[in-house]
């Protein structure tokens, strides 16, 4: 008889891998590499807009400093004198004595300066440029050659270079005043605080006569150097008063010797700075 013998076969298992490859550490490096370098970049981005919108405010202040100095200064040149730009004996750079807002025009500081010459601590790597021009008042946007009563004065600002803000005001010879610039809402404006006084000019005719005269007063000569609209009050020395640019009056002597009148004329600007004009008035018996 055949007998088959069987044998068992000696199972073989594959033992069961712990950890990672070398090639999926090397991949798993990498991705996190790329992502950390991609927080990295937009966290730097933001940063670095934050910071050129600081130095923008930083520009803006610089510039709205510069304009507050410059809008207190006279329109043109106080001693009448038909000029644009800087006058025989003023510096080129300190502008301590300037006097006229075009006295500004084509000035360049780095670094920034105090109007005292002193400079501004850390601005080494900033600076202030001014132009003054002429423009149309009907529309300021329109430069021309001709004075027609109205500057705008630019003040921009750099900082390595790069222009980082610039304002604008206007000023008008008529009426010190400054407006801000339309298309900058972050341009600022005021009326410089020192009003300039009218002149009162009063004449009188006839300024003598006997009895009885009638005079006719007239004050349409008085002027204001601000432009300012002008009331006129008079005091005849007799007890009355009117208002006006061109009263009249009569006058009359009942005493039976010469009698003489002060009159008083009070010219008024519309900021409430006033002067004054004397005429005597003879009236014989």
Known sequence: MLRILTFPTERTTTPRRSGMSLVEVSL???LVAILLITALQTVGASFRSEFHTAQQTQAILFAEDLL?????????EPDGAVSFGRETGESVTERINWDDVDDYHGWSSSPLKYQDGMEIPETSDWTRSVTVQFVLPADPDTTTNDDLGLKKITVTVYKDGEELGSLSVLQSKAWINTIPDPENHL?????????????????A????GTGSVAVQFDATDSSDPDGDPLTYSWNFGDGTTDEGSKPSHTFT???GSTLVRTVTLTATDS???DSTKTITITINP
């Open 28 to 30: 798993s490096s990498l």
């Open 68 to 76: 507050s100095e410059i809008i207190q200064m006279e329109y043109e």
């Open 205 to 208: 005719n006839p300024t003598s």
């Open 187 to 203: 341009s600022t404006g005021s009326k410089p605080s020192v009003n300039q006084s009218p002149l009162a000019v009063a004449t």
């Open 271 to 273: 900021s409430g700075a």
């Open 253 to 255: 002597n009942g005493t």
